[in-house]
């Protein structure tokens, strides 16, 4: 089984829609769950992290975890064409090393 | 902050030859940094760790004679590929972690892409 799992996608969403992403993990120790955006041919880059139960938004962000079902989600409000790229979730157990997703890639049409 | 610098940002080698890559933090000490490397729509694979002034820890399947790392110190990682062959061609991303506390937030560096010809 898979450390971290995702659908690969594509997802397609309208301009102005809310994208959800989704991510599952396995190891019920995990304490802090990352979201990466990634262009193509460009490093991740960090959007927001979460470790408590519940929502946590930052601007057009919002990531919740759910730590019970261990299942960990982004969704992005007033999606733009420039938020299409592909979307890693990455979970950590204790101090070690981040377990990456295969990514979903999102493209919102114009 | 939290930037993460690499240097350089695509390198072509013949084969054979050996290829170093820089990885900076620029504004924060980072006491541990990852080298990842990623093949064509593919996820990152992490390669190794290191640690400031001690030995790198490689993944399984990663052959540490062959990735050199060296982290001399909170600020600067390097990657040797030694002897690099045609299959080391891949995107090499180095990331750098900016505390020791929780969540142990990790910023990437803009990635190398090698080309062994």
């Known amino acids: 089984q898979k450390e971290v799992e995702q659908n690969s996608g594509p997802l397609s969403v309208p301009e102005g829609a809310i994208a959800s992403l989704n991510c599952t993990y396995s190891?019920?120790?995990?304490?802090?769950f990352f979201w990466y955006r990634q262009y193509s041919g460009k490093s991740p880059e960090l959007i927001m992290f979460?470790?408590?139960?519940g929502d946590k938004e930052d601007g057009r962000f919002t990531a919740q975890l759910n730590k019970a079902s261990q299942y960990v989600s982004l969704l992005i409000r007033d999606s733009q064409p420039s938020d299409s790229a592909t979307y890693l979730c990455?979970?950590?157990?204790?101090?070690?090393?981040?377990?990456f997703g295969t990514g979903t890639r999102l493209t919102v049409i114009p | 902050g939290a930037v993460v610098s690499q240097h350089p940002s695509w390198v072509i080698c013949k084969s054979g030859t050996s290829v170093k890559i820089e990885c900076r933090s620029l504004?924060?000490?980072?006491?541990?940094m990852f080298w990842y490397r990623q093949f064509p729509k593919q996820s990152l694979m992490l390669m190794a760790t290191?640690?400031?002034?001690?030995?790198?820890?490689?993944e399984q399947g990663v052959e540490k004679d062959k990735f050199l790392i060296n982290h001399a110190s909170l600020t600067l990682s390097t990657l040797t590929v030694t002897s690099a062959h045609p299959e080391d061609s891949s995107f090499y991303i180095c990331?750098?972690?900016?505390?020791?506390?929780?969540?142990?937030?990790?910023?990437f560096g803009p990635g190398t892409r090698l080309t062994v010809t």
């Open positions: 990455a979970v950590r157990t204790g101090a070690n090393n981040l377990f």
């Open positions: 990331s750098a972690r900016r505390a020791a506390l929780v969540p142990y937030e990790q910023y």
């Open positions: 190891d019920r120790g995990s304490q802090s």
């Open positions: 290191s640690n400031e002034g001690s030995k790198a820890t490689y």
């Open positions: 504004d924060f000490q980072a006491t541990t």
């Open positions: 979460i470790y408590s139960n």
